[in-house]
C-alpha cells in the first residue's frame, strides 16, 4: 500500500507534530482542524501550542510546500484522527466515561471524501471499542463502501488504532524513536497502518487488535498513576510517622527490583488523570486499585493544602497580631509538571486557587510563565520572581520541582515556614 497524501484530522498536541513529522519525510500532508485560527498561524509556518522543536519542523513543512492545513476534509489516501477524548459532560455535570463525539464528528466529516482502498486509523487515547465504534459511524455515512466489521480482509478501507504515546516536551524526538502499538480490526488493517507509520517510525511497530491496543494505551498511563498514587500514599503515611519520604524512597530504590516514583501534589494533565477512568467507567466492579489510584492522586491536593494551612496557623501562633491579610503565602510553581508551561489539569495551580481564597497575599513563581492566568486573577495574588518570593513570604510551599528551584534550593530551604509537596529539599 503506498501513502502519498496523508490527512491528519485535529491539529492539537499529537495531530500537528505528526502531520509536520510526516511532512519532514516528503509526504503531501493536509492538516485538518475545525480551529480556523489553528489553521491560519499552521498555514503561516506558525504554530499555536507549545512544544520544544515543533515551532522549526512545521515552518519548514510548510514552506517547502508539504503540509497544509484546512478546515474542510479533502481526499487522501490515509486519514489519522486525532481529536480529543475528554469526559463526558451533560446538564447534570461531568462523568468519568469517555466524550466520544469528537471522533464522531471526525468521521462524519472524513466519511464523504473516503475511497475504496482508503486506511483511517484512529489515534485518540480511547475506551476499549471506540474504533469499532467509528468504524460504524464510518459505515453509516458511506453505505456504498465496505468496512472491516461486515467484510474482513475484502473490505475497501482498512481501519486500525494506533495510540499515541508521546511525553508533552519530548514530543518530535518520542514519535520518532517510541515503538507503535498497532490494533488493526483485520491483519490486514495492521498491516496497512504498519506500513504508513514506518514513513518516520524508527521504534518498533508492534502488531495487535484494535480492542488490545486501545487497552494498552490505558494501562501505560494507569500504571504511571497507580505507581504515583502509591508514592504519594508513603509521602501522607511517612508524614504521620515522622518519617522524610524522599529518603525512605531513595533507600528502597536501591533495592534491584524497587522503583518507587515521586510524590508530589497530585497528578495533573489531561491523560494519566482522566485515562485510568476510561477503564474504570467500562469495569466498575473488577478495576478496584485502578479507581483507588485514581482517588488517591485526586486526593492529594487537599493533603497538600491541609499542610498549607498548618504553616498559616503556625504563623498565627508566632506573630498573633498579623491578621491572614498580612501573611503572604509563596507558591512555587502552578504548571502541571516540571519544566514546562502547561497549566492544564494542574493540581498545582488548583492548589494556589484555592490558596488565594484563604485571604492571605498569595505570590506565584512559575519561571515558564509570563501572565497569570484567568482563574488566579485577583486582587491578592500576583506573579513574582523567585528571590522577590523568598524575601517577602512567610510561608512558601513548593508544589512544581521546576530547574530554576532546584538551582535555588539552598534560599528555598531558609524558609520558616515551608510546604515541600515534591521533595525539592530532599
Ligand atoms: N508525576 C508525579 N510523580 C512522578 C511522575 C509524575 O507526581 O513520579 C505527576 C506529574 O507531576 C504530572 C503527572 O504526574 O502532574 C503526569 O506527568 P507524567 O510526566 O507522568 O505524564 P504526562 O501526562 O506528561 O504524559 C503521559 C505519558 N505516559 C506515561 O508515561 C505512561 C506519555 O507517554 C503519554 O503519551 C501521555 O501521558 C499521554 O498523552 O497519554
Redesign the pocket.
Known amino acids: 500500500m503506498s501513502f502519498n497524501t496523508i490527512s491528519v484530522i485535529g491539529l492539537g498536541?499529537?495531530g500537528l507534530p505528526t502531520a509536520a513529522v510526516f511532512a519532514s519525510r516528503k509526504k503531501k500532508v493536509i492538516g485538518v482542524d475545525v480551529n480556523q485560527h489553528a489553521v491560519d498561524t499552521i498555514n503561516k509556518g506558525e504554530i499555536h501550542i507549545v512544544e520544544p522543536e515543533l515551532d522549526i519542523v512545521v515552518h519548514a513543512a510548510v514552506t517547502e510546500g508539504y503540509l497544509h492545513a484546512t478546515t474542510q476534509p479533502e481526499p487522501a489516501d490515509a486519514y489519522l484522527i486525532a481529536v480529543p477524548t475528554p469526559f463526558y459532560h451533560d446538564e447534570t455535570g461531568s462523568s468519568h466515561k469517555a466524550d466520544l463525539s469528537y471522533i464522531e464528528a471526525a468521521s462524519k466529516a472524513i466519511a464523504p471524501v473516503l475511497q475504496a482502498g482508503n486506511l483511517v486509523v484512529l489515534e485518540s487515547?480511547s475506551p476499549v471499542g471506540a474504533t469499532e465504534q467509528m468504524a460504524a459511524w464510518l459505515a453509516e455515512a458511506r453505505p456504498d463502501l465496505t468496512f472491516p466489521q461486515t467484510h474482513g480482509e475484502d473490505s475497501d478501507i482498512r481501519i486500525a488504532h494506533c495510540p499515541?504515546?508521546?511525553?508533552?516536551?519530548h514530543v518530535i524526538r518520542?514519535l520518532v524513536e517510541n515503538d507503535r502499538v498497532i490494533g488493526g480490526m483485520t491483519p490486514k488493517c495492521s498491516q496497512a497502518a504498519k506500513a504508513l507509520y514506518k514513513i518516520f517510525v524508527e521504534g518498533e511497530c508492534v502488531i495487535t487488535n484494535a480492542r488490545t491496543a486501545e487497552m494498552a494505551?490505558l494501562t501505560?498511563?494507569s500504571?504511571?498513576d497507580v505507581?504515583?498514587a502509591f508514592?504519594?500514599e508513603l509521602s501522607v503515611i511517612c508524614d504521620k510517622l515522622d518519617i522524610n519520604v524522599w529518603e525512605l524512597i531513595a533507600l528502597a530504590n536501591r533495592h534491584p527490583r524497587v522503583n518507587i516514583?515521586?510524590?508530589?501534589?497530585?497528578?495533573?494533565?489531561?491523560?494519566?488523570?482522566v485515562?485510568p477512568w476510561f477503564i474504570v467507567d467500562s469495569c466498575p466492579e473488577e478495576a478496584k486499585l485502578i479507581h483507588t489510584a485514581r482517588l488517591v492522586n485526586d486526593g492529594k491536593p487537599q493533603w497538600v493544602l491541609e499542610q498549607i494551612r498548618k504553616q498559616l496557623d503556625a504563623v498565627h501562633c508566632t506573630h498573633p497580631a498579623k491578621t491572614r491579610s498580612d501573611i503572604t503565602v509563596a507558591c512555587l510553581g502552578i504548571a502541571?509538571?516540571?519544566d514546562i508551561d502547561d497549566l492544564r489539569e494542574?493540581?498545582a495551580l488548583g492548589i494556589a486557587q484555592q490558596v488565594a481564597t484563604l485571604g492571605c497575599k498569595v505570590q506565584i513563581v512559575e519561571p515558564n510563565i509570563e501572565a497569570l492566568p484567568a482563574k488566579l486573577q485577583a486582587d491578592n495574588v500576583s506573579l513574582a520572581p523567585l528571590h522577590q518570593a523568598l524575601t517577602q513570604a512567610d510561608v512558601v510551599c513548593v508544589l512544581?520541582k521546576h530547574k530554576p528551584f532546584i538551582e535555588h534550593a539552598d534560599q528555598v530551604r531558609e524558609s520558616k515556614h515551608l510546604v515541600d509537596a515534591?521533595g525539592l529539599l530532599g
Open positions: 498536541y499529537i487515547t499515541e504515546r508521546v511525553l508533552p516536551g518520542e494505551k501505560e498511563n500504571f504511571r505507581n504515583i508514592a504519594n516514583l515521586q510524590p508530589g501534589a497530585g497528578v495533573g494533565g489531561h491523560c494519566i488523570a485515562d502541571f509538571k516540571p494542574s493540581p512544581v515534591v
